[in-house]
């Protein structure tokens, strides 16, 4: 959850220029306060303001360069691929191949004198170069005893480092408050971020697959500067979604405008009451305007013209989307606090806050344009079509929260949480959720006076427990009636609407748990210059939603969510600062810190204990999408050594394939052999930050990582398809009898091992 000002509100809208501190609460008691959404921390931004003195302009900017630091290796030499796909071809023992001999030795004299027919063309070069980034910031503020100010202007523009994509974007911050009189303070904070960018009509994700299935002997213009298409044909590869035709032509414009405005006040009661009223409206608009016109890209010896796809899209069209949310947020507190004796320092705080969230969304798309000049939609004269819809869903909760305080040594805090979600049915819309927190600060005891190097010293302990309703769907406890195109049906020419129910439900559906106990320790010295945090955790989170398989018996239908399974977090975090807190900017001042978490994830319960294998494994005692499959421990290095290895199995593999370890030794592979791989999620991660400060100039470093963690990485550039048109660097080393020392498995074309 993070709060902007008190507000939900995304972190990526607020300009950094405009951030005067962020916070991260992570223990479930002092989450507590923050609602439902809390379960997994909190992050408070809080944004600058005014501070009383004179009138002040600030100003920064900074351009620069970007560039892509690591893009995938592929074969871009044409001759090198077509070799090696021939080769895979004969290693599964096929009698024909994809490219002749004669072809290529007439593409390797053609390279030595016709680079547009017969060309070398990288296309990661082509389609990624550095880009150009700037950004400026002004600011104004000043303020008196009774009124404070900050007003802030942004402006940046980015260009992309793939092609056809850019951005601008332009932000606006406001952050006043004002002391009416002694029992009445009010502020107004506004946040707005407006954004424009250009991306190609198919989407980035599909220029990025085009370019990545481009072949270096794809080429890119003709002599005069139409697009040009390869006359080389591969089979099942014979659509070339031309990559700079993809980035170049057409329009895919996207405006989105974010704004949050928050209203604040605090008044003062009778008997020393305090009264806080916090309503924030965060809106965001969004507009898409897409164009797909009509390109066509021309055989190099024959000149045969041919169509671009844009993404299967085969008409020239266009496309508005409008997409408008309002989400409302009344935030009311009453607070009272009193010391009694110079020893018991207690305070009470009870609170009711109501959340909402509106959402639109509406389409259309129209056929039959004349031409690629005119991209309104009203220019369009066939096939148009319409789609909207809305939702909306609610929030309200009832909290309390109470504090004492002994001497400033003991510490204790007690928070109850009463939440409400529009998501779940009525009888089980409403969950309680209470957190606890106690301090014993020794530093403040007589017999630790004496130590001048302990400035803090400070045992802490807390537990709580926080509901999470955050779901994709708004009544996911509800059968709903589908109609749409998709389920009616032509009669002989004339459409018979359909409807059907396309989801299943589970109507018993409720809040999610999560209840957290922490333990800790803070310690300062050196007058505080030396700072160190640690913390051991334990986390359990129960009724877990999620959506289970359902068999196909049922229907192409979607699953229903459910509440199933718990699991459990562990671990400790240590921090570690050290600031030498030196004020004068005529001085070096510099810090240092370190940080460090270690998490031991663990599924307790999910199905009895019963669920499918699965290379993501939800399993109990299991680490939670722990990988789970088959263990390669080589190369078979003959025929023989195969068959001897899986004597039992059906299938035989050959030399060349991977030799996956026989678990049982029963000389087949089966679901017997299946074992946990490894971890998606980070057992460790760590940090490291430093700085210096002097005369006006500073430094920051960060660095940051991670351990204990696995990635599985299965797609078009780790393995070898007929489909993907692509051969990753790495298949040169594939293994062959000469080349017996090996980790690459022999080149095959989907491989059935």
Known sequence: LILVDGIEFP???????????????????????????????????????????????????????????????????????????????RNEGKLTVDYSDALIEEYKQGMLTDPI?????????????????????????????????????????????????????????????????SRLKIGANINAHYQIYNEPVAGVANLVEMTYKAQAFHPTYTADGRYADTFIRTPGHNIYRHPLALADEGENKHKSLRMLANLSAEYKLPFDIVYNLNVGLNKYDYLQSRFAPDVYEYQLKTNEEKRVVYNGQNTRHAYKGDKNDLAVTVFNTLSWGKKFNDAHDVKVLAGYSFESDDKTEFSAKVEGFLG??????????????????????????????????????????????????????????????????????????????DIPWIYNLKLRASWGQLGNQTIEGYWPYLTVINQNYNLSYNYGGSLAPGAAVTALVDEDITWETTSSLDIGLDLGFLNNKLSIEADYFNKKTTDI???????????????????????????????????NLEASRDRLGFNVGFNFTYINNEVTKFQGGNSPDQLYLIREGYPYKALYGY?????????????????????KPAMGNLKYEDVNNDGKLDYQDKQVLGNTIPKITYGISAGLRYKGFDLSLLFQGLGKANVFTQNEMTRLGYEYMRIAGFWRDAWTPENSGSSIPMLRYDSTW
């Open 117 to 181: 027919m017969y060309p070398q063309n990288n296309w990661l070069d082509i389609m990624y170069n550095n880009a150009f980034i700037m950004e400026h910031n002004m600011r104004f503020s000043g303020g008196d005893d009774k009124y404070t100010y900050s007003v802030s202007l942004g402006y940046g523009d980015q260009n992309g480092v793939l092609r056809g994509t850019d951005s601008n974007k332009y932000t606006l911050a406001v952050n006043t408050t004002a002391q009416v009189n």
């Open 631 to 651: 263990k390669a421990i080589g190369i078979y290095q003959s025929d023989e050594e195969a068959v001897e290895h899986m004597h039992n199995n059906g299938y």
């Open 545 to 579: 939603i999620v959506q289970l398989p359902i068999s196909n018996i049922l229907g192409d239908k979607t699953a229903p969510f459910e509440n199933v399974g718990e699991m459990k977090n562990n671990g400790f975090e240590l921090v570690a600062n050290y600031d």
């Open 11 to 89: 972190l990526e809208a607020v300009n950094p220029n405009d951030i005067e501190s962020i916070s991260v609460l992570k223990d479930a008691a002092s989450s507590a306060i923050y609602g439902s959404r809390a379960a997994n921390g909190v992050v408070l931004v809080k944004t600058k303001g005014g501070k009383k003195g004179k009138f002040t302009v600030d100003y920064n900017n900074y351009f620069g360069v970007q560039q892509a630091t690591y893009l995938p290796n592929f074969v871009y030499d044409p001759v090198v691929f077509m070799e090696m796909r021939n080769q895979a071809q």
């Open 372 to 449: 690629n000049e005119l991209h309104e939609l009203n220019a369009g004269s066939s096939n148009p079509s319409v789609a909207g819809t809305s939702s909306r869903s609610v929030l309200m909760s009832y909290f309390g929260r109470v504090n004492y305080g002994y001497k400033d040594r003991y510490l204790f805090e007690g928070n109850f949480r009463y939440d409400g979600s529009s998501r779940f049915a009525k009888g089980n819309r409403w969950g309680i959720f209470p957190s606890f927190s106690a301090g014993w600060r020794l530093s403040e005891e007589e017999f630790m006076k």
